[in-house]
């Protein structure tokens, strides 16, 4: 098992993520598990691999410790499996999706909304997630997908969406849009794994908006850090890679996860339904529109 992340500058990060990896070793005790950096943080990956292959290892599945699908798991991290894999010859790489969305991830972020906000106090509060923010549109909307499914059944006035770097609208803009939608209490939320320079930004303009804004109520949650959800995901993910199981996102469909307020519709049976533009009709083949999920 092989855990690539993308590094940071920030040596408690880069802590974070050697100790959740020593953590998931205890997890597969006859499983060898290493796990390194692109960039920016020892260990590097080509030094993790070499640790492993040297103690025997041909096979790999890495999982991108990586929340949503950007430039860093789509190109960055394949690129450096491939290098690695020329660099020792027979060996063989399968690679995992990243994490997020999922509905434990969900539960991380309402665990930490919790910690900063008492849940009578929902009403009445809008939460701003934070997310890295990419050149990657897919990537940003992937972080605008969480705040629809943290919003959704929670009792919360609304959840809006802002990004600390690359991409609109930074957090200032953010904190300033819930402000104009007429929002009187703000929590925070910011959608990342593990403390570093990023997040350390993230506090820093939120407290400089604040104390611009003394008639609003402004509270800052902590990040989602290394949880036992976490843990459960990343193996969730080898295990997939291993199997090469690559499957189309159910993680955050109704028939299959139960969401808040909408738990009786799991294991809900599908029904073809009619598309009077589709030819298929009148032939036989029925149009299973989310047919996938009628078997959960």
């Avoid at 350390?200 to 290394?226: C, I, K």
């Avoid at 993910?237 to 199997?243: F, M, Q, W």
Wanted: aromatic residues 6%.
């Amino acid at each position: 098992m092989l855990i690539v992340g993308h590094g940071t500058r920030d040596e408690a990060g880069a802590e974070a993520f050697r100790q959740f990896v020593a953590g998931l070793s205890d997890r597969l005790p006859d499983t060898p598990v290493g796990g390194g950096f692109i960039e920016l943080s020892p260990p590097p990956l080509a030094d993790a691999v070499s640790e492993l292959v040297a103690a025997g290892a041909k096979r790999f599945a890495a999982v991108p410790l990586v929340l949503v699908s950007a430039g860093h798991a789509k190109g960055d991290i394949p690129a450096a499996l491939v290098r690695e894999r020329e660099r020792h010859p027979g060996t063989s790489f399968s690679y995992g999706r990243p994490l997020g969305p999922h509905p434990s991830l969900l539960t991380v972020l309402e665990r930490r909304l919790d910690e900063v906000l008492p849940r009578e106090e929902r009403a009445g509060t809008t939460v701003l997630l934070v997310g890295r923010g990419s050149t990657d549109p897919d990537a940003n909307a992937e972080v605008v997908k969480v705040a629809r499914l943290l919003w959704e059944g929670r009792g919360l006035d609304g959840v809006e969406t802002a990004f600390v770097s690359l991409a609109a609208p930074d957090v200032p803009s953010g904190l300033e849009r819930c402000r104009r939608l007429g929002a009187k209490r703000v929590v925070v939320l910011p959608y990342f794994l593990f403390t570093g320079i990023l997040p350390d930004r993230v506090e820093r303009q939120t407290a400089d908006w604040a104390a611009e804004h003394p008639e609003l109520d402004v509270r800052q949650a902590a990040v989602m850090g290394a949880t036992e959800e976490l843990a459960e995901l990343v193996l969730a993910r080898y295990h997939e890679a291993l199997a090469g199981d690559l499957r189309m996102n159910c993680d955050t469909c109704v028939y299959r996860i139960a969401m808040p307020g909408f738990e009786d519709r799991v294991g809900a049976a599908q029904r073809p339904h009619h598309h009077p533009d589709d030819p298929a009709h009148g032939h036989g083949h029925g149009h299973h529109h989310g047919s996938h999920s009628h078997v959960h």
